[in-house]
């Protein structure tokens, strides 16, 4: 059966670093768009990076510059890397994947149970 597992996640001062990870069974990332997502209470969720075929990535305007998605050279774990981060970064962060391209709304229908960040000031 088809299983993602976030871990990395914790509490963290404003400005400090964490990466999370995503490990895959069942799947293979070259044939997935993969993708991270997160929410936070009141909020509805949001995406906040994808990575599709040929390791094409795109991200949310909010996290440009500071958070990198990656997988590693076995194809089977997805990464996030989050730098400079902000309060405003504090939430439950999701692992998603689907088969075949990544877009813009894209619908997903394979979820990890998520790793909550908290980001203190």
């Known amino acids: 059966q088809v299983q993602l597992v976030e871990s990395g996640g914790g509490s963290v001062q404003a400005g400090g670093s964490l990466r999370l990870s995503c490990a895959a069974s069942?799947?293979?990332?070259?044939?997935?768009?993969m993708a991270w997502f997160r929410q936070a209470p009141g909020k509805e969720r949001e995406g906040v990076a994808s990575?599709?075929?040929?390791?094409?990535?795109n991200y949310a305007d909010s996290v440009k510059g500071r958070f990198t998605i990656s997988k590693d050279t076995t194809k089977n774990t997805l990464y996030l890397e989050m730098n400079s981060l902000r309060p405003e970064d504090t939430a439950m962060y999701y692992c998603?994947?689907?088969?075949?391209?990544?877009?813009?709304?894209?619908?997903?229908?394979?979820w990890g149970q998520g790793t909550q960040v908290t980001v203190s000031s």
């Open positions: 998603a994947a689907d088969r075949g391209y990544c877009f813009r709304d894209r619908v997903y229908n394979i």
């Open positions: 069942g799947i293979t990332y070259s044939t997935y768009c």
């Open positions: 990575l599709g075929t040929h390791s094409r990535a």
